[in-house]
């Protein structure tokens, strides 16, 4: 009986423990940079958007907070926006009036501070007029957008006879989303049934004919077996020549039927450990990124872990502040390559990149800049998309997203709309390279990988 009621005390203690900590939680929590508010009452959360001019409920649909135990994590909440985000946000230990919140499909951990009430502007209806749409998405990128070009920030409101109609509207803010080029501006318009993605407008895309006609010829002309599918088709491995592996990431997503992240990593790891299975006796790996669209930060920095011998840096983020006075960035929060006690690769790496690698992509090979030995990358620039997109709600009920983060490499610099350089340039999937039937990045590498052999 005894042994019974300390077990029972341990569970009862355990219990209190975690309503004191969901206890703690309760309030509104407002984040650094990113423009949230998180009002927190037991089990219910509700999710505002604010800027200096607005306070609307945000398109990020919240789920039940649950408490939990542990050293990690105190508590955690689903948040979803139907076919784009389906995640958890965890909520981690800061100060006694900070916490740190964290959407589990990105590496992102936002700061947030208490205050003492809900802003009066959250509790108000806000105007949908379309005008007010408009004024609220300018106030929007004032706030959170940092990659204006010279002149590019000086957008006007549009008068009302110009976004008098639905379609005006939506044209009106595409038509400023377009000429800043960047694959991670987004704008749905539900009522319209009309949808505008930045990266479809790329004009600095290789040709997708080009792409697959490439393609095929490093399946026909390079690759010793057929390429063997994983992950849904999202990667494929084969061998170059013998103990010279070739990985195609298409992206860094929908790697399992569920497409939860959890099940994303599963699958992922699983794969990564037939890759890297000693039995292959890897000696050298080419991975090739020249058409990967990106994805989640996470299963990339899974990739790199992979191929780490110790830990190190892969890079640091920051948040952008904009407002009329000034703007400012949040502090660097370090995200780290820790090196993998599965299965791994040492050796000579090389990566294929081009203006067709972008997002995930890019933060992966960031992850890669400090790896040991240095891994060389062939090809042309990468498109330059780095930060996850920060998806906002319109008071129309339109939906849109952009960047608001940089990534820095340990130098402090940023690779943002610039994109990433190569060590060694090659033209990718040129016309001349796919009339001769050769892949002028794969030739460059073979021959470093032979070298490197002898």
């Known amino acids: 009986?005894?042994?019974?009621?300390?077990?029972?005390?341990?569970?009862?203690?355990?219990?209190?423990?975690?309503?004191?900590?969901?206890?703690?939680?309760?309030?509104?929590?407002?984040?650094?940079?990113?423009?949230?508010?998180?009002?927190?009452?037991?089990?219910?959360?509700?999710?505002?958007?604010?800027?200096?001019?607005?306070?609307?409920?945000?398109?990020?649909?919240?789920?039940?907070?649950?408490?939990?135990?542990?050293?990690?994590?105190?508590?955690?909440?689903?948040?979803?926006?139907?076919?784009?985000?389906?995640?958890?946000?965890?909520?981690?230990?800061?100060?006694?009036?900070?916490?740190?919140f964290h959407r589990t499909d990105t590496n992102t951990f936002m700061t947030a501070h208490r205050l003492e009430v809900l802003p009066a502007a959250c509790e108000a209806a806000a105007p949908t007029t379309l005008q007010n749409t408009a004024v609220v998405f300018l106030e929007t990128f004032k706030a959170h957008y940092p990659f204006f070009g010279e002149g590019q920030e000086q957008w006007q409101l549009p008068a009302a006879d110009d976004v008098a109609t639905e379609q005006q509207l939506f044209d009106y803010l595409t038509g400023l989303m377009a000429p800043l080029e960047d694959a991670h501006t987004a704008l749905v318009a539900p009522s319209l049934d009309a949808m505008y993605f930045g990266a479809e407008?790329?004009?600095?895309?290789?040709?997708?004919?080009?792409?697959?006609?490439?393609?095929?010829?490093?399946?026909?002309?390079y690759l010793r077996s057929p390429l063997a599918p994983y992950c849904r088709g999202m990667l494929g491995y084969a061998e170059l020549l013998r103990g010279v592996g070739y990985l195609r990431v298409h992206g860094f997503t929908d790697f399992s039927e569920?497409?939860?992240?959890?099940?994303?990593?599963?699958?992922?790891?699983?794969?990564?450990?037939?890759?890297?299975?000693p039995i292959h006796g890897l000696a050298g790996l080419v991975i090739d990124l020249r058409d990967n669209m990106g994805g989640s930060d996470a299963?990339?920095?899974?990739?790199?872990?992979?191929?780490?011998?110790?830990?190190?840096?892969?890079?640091?983020?920051?948040?952008?502040?904009?407002?009329?006075?000034?703007?400012?960035?949040?502090?660097?929060?370090?995200?780290?390559?820790?090196?993998?006690?599965?299965?791994?690769?040492?050796?000579?790496?090389?990566?294929?990149?081009?203006?067709?690698?972008?997002?995930?992509?890019?933060?992966?090979?960031?992850?890669?800049?400090?790896?040991?030995?240095?891994?060389?990358?062939?090809?042309?620039?990468?498109?330059?998309?780095?930060?996850?997109?920060?998806?906002?709600a319109l008071p129309n009920g339109w939906l849109f997203a952009l960047p608001n983060e940089r990534y820095q490499d340990g130098a402090?610099?940023?690779?943002?709309?610039?994109?990433?350089?190569?060590?060694?340039r090659v033209p990718v999937f040129s016309g001349e390279d796919l009339t001769a039937g050769r892949d002028s990045a794969l030739d460059a590498a073979l021959k470093i990988l032979s070298t490197e052999a002898r």
Request: with cysteine; net charge negative.
């Open 1 to 100: 009986m005894r042994v019974k009621s300390v077990i029972f005390s341990i569970i009862l203690a355990a219990s209190a423990a975690s309503v004191a900590k969901a206890t703690d939680l309760d309030g509104v929590w407002q984040t650094e940079g990113y423009g949230y508010l998180f009002d927190i009452e037991g089990s219910d959360v509700s999710i505002y958007e604010v800027t200096e001019i607005s306070c609307l409920p945000s398109g990020l649909m919240p789920g039940e907070l649950e408490p939990l135990d542990g050293g990690g994590a105190d508590a955690r909440f689903p948040v979803s926006i139907a076919g784009f985000i389906d995640a958890d946000m965890e909520i981690w230990p800061a100060d006694k009036e900070s916490r740190r």
């Open 201 to 221: 407008s790329a004009v600095r895309s290789v040709p997708e004919e080009n792409r697959k006609a490439g393609f095929e010829i490093v399946d026909n002309s």
């Open 299 to 392: 299963l990339a920095i899974a990739l790199a872990r992979r191929l780490a011998e110790q830990d190190y840096v892969a890079y640091t983020k920051q948040a952008y502040r904009g407002s009329a006075i000034d703007a400012s960035w949040t502090e660097g929060a370090a995200t780290w390559v820790q090196a993998s006690d599965r299965e791994s690769f040492w050796g000579p790496v090389i990566v294929l990149t081009g203006p067709d690698s972008m997002s995930a992509a890019e933060t992966f090979l960031m992850a890669l800049m400090e790896r040991r030995p240095e891994v060389t990358r062939i090809g042309d620039n990468t498109r330059g998309a780095f930060a996850d997109m920060l998806p906002r």
């Open 412 to 424: 402090g610099v940023s690779y943002d709309r610039t994109g990433i350089p190569p060590h060694i």
């Open 258 to 277: 569920a497409g939860t992240p959890d099940a994303n990593m599963v699958a992922f790891e699983r794969a990564l450990d037939d890759f890297f299975d």
